[in-house]
């Protein structure tokens, strides 16, 4: 019989048909499919993750891995929806305005999803307005800033500030990215920093008070 421990081990391994299989047959055996998420796939990419973070893997071996969490998803997603169960928290997601690189962006927004975050993804180049307007209308638990290039840190301090002037009760800001520092961080009045993306994940779930 399929066990949520065989579930994780089959997603960190990045074993789609095998993902697949078992979430099919966890379901079929009766377990919740909230059970099937939080217990057998969230478990799975945090061991993802943190193998990231050790560079122990590297972004192809997390792409797979997510890959093979997403197939389970789509089978789970339109039970959970019947059932009225959400990701647990919100995230919303972009690069800083003027700033064009997204693969840091990327990495960390399939990381938080492996989390239980429901994640706004605005893209590339995105102004304080922009994020903020998310923020709210997600009702958003956190925000998180990428910026690759020294040119485009003015515009992330920019919207640390105006996201923290807009009066969005319980929203945090992160922020990351080559040139950012916890120093900086600091300075704008960010609420957190991840130098990479398994980091990003601790730091999220420690900021929503989670263990990690």
Same mark, same amino acid.
């Given at each position: 019989?399929?066990?949520?421990?065989?579930?994780?081990?089959?997603?960190?391994?990045?074993?789609?048909?095998?993902?697949?299989?078992?979430?099919?047959?966890?379901?079929?055996?009766?377990?919740?499919?909230? #059970?099937?998420?939080?217990?057998?796939?969230?478990?799975?990419?945090?061991?993802?993750?943190?193998?990231?973070?050790?560079?122990?893997?590297?972004?192809?071996?997390?792409?797979?891995?997510?890959?093979?969490? *997403?197939?389970?998803?789509?089978?789970?997603?339109?039970?959970?929806?019947?059932?009225?169960?959400?990701? *647990?928290?919100?995230?919303?997601?972009?690069?800083?305005?003027? #700033?064009?690189? #997204?693969?840091?962006?990327?990495?960390?927004?399939?990381?938080?999803?492996?989390?239980?975050?429901?994640?706004?993804?605005?893209?590339?180049?995105?102004?304080?307005?922009?994020?903020?307007?998310?923020?709210?209308?997600?009702?958003?638990?956190?925000?998180?800033?990428?910026?690759?290039?020294?040119?485009?840190?003015?515009?992330?301090?920019?919207?640390?500030?105006?996201?923290?002037?807009?009066?969005?009760?319980?929203?945090?800001?992160?922020?990351?990215?080559?040139?950012?520092?916890?120093?900086?961080?600091?300075?704008?009045?960010?609420?957190?920093?991840?130098? #990479?993306?398994?980091?990003?994940?601790?730091?999220?779930?420690?900021?929503?008070?989670?263990?990690?």
């Amino acid at each position: 019989m399929a066990a949520l421990s065989d579930l994780t081990a089959a997603v960190a391994a990045g074993q789609r048909p095998e993902t697949i299989r078992l979430t099919q047959e966890l379901l079929a055996a009766g377990t919740l499919p909230q #059970d099937v998420v939080e217990r057998g796939l969230v478990p799975g990419m945090a061991i993802v993750g943190e193998r990231f973070r050790r560079n122990e893997i590297f972004v192809p071996e997390m792409l797979i891995a997510a890959r093979a969490m *997403k197939e389970a998803l789509k089978i789970l997603e339109p039970l959970l929806v019947a059932a009225g169960i959400q990701p *647990k928290y919100t995230a919303v997601i972009g690069t800083a305005q003027g #700033d064009l690189h #997204d693969i840091g962006k990327n990495l960390v927004a399939i990381l938080w999803r492996g989390a239980n975050f429901k994640v706004i993804d605005l893209g590339t180049n995105v102004s304080a307005e922009r994020y903020i307007a998310a923020a709210r209308e997600h009702q958003a638990h956190l925000v998180g800033i990428s910026a690759l290039l020294t040119t485009t840190m003015p515009a992330m301090k920019e919207a640390v500030i105006a996201l923290k002037a807009a009066g969005l009760t319980g929203t945090k800001v992160v922020i990351g990215g080559a040139p950012v520092t916890q120093d900086f961080a600091n300075e704008i009045g960010a609420d957190g920093f991840a130098p #990479d993306a398994g980091t990003a994940v601790e730091l999220a779930r420690r900021l929503m008070g989670e263990t990690t």
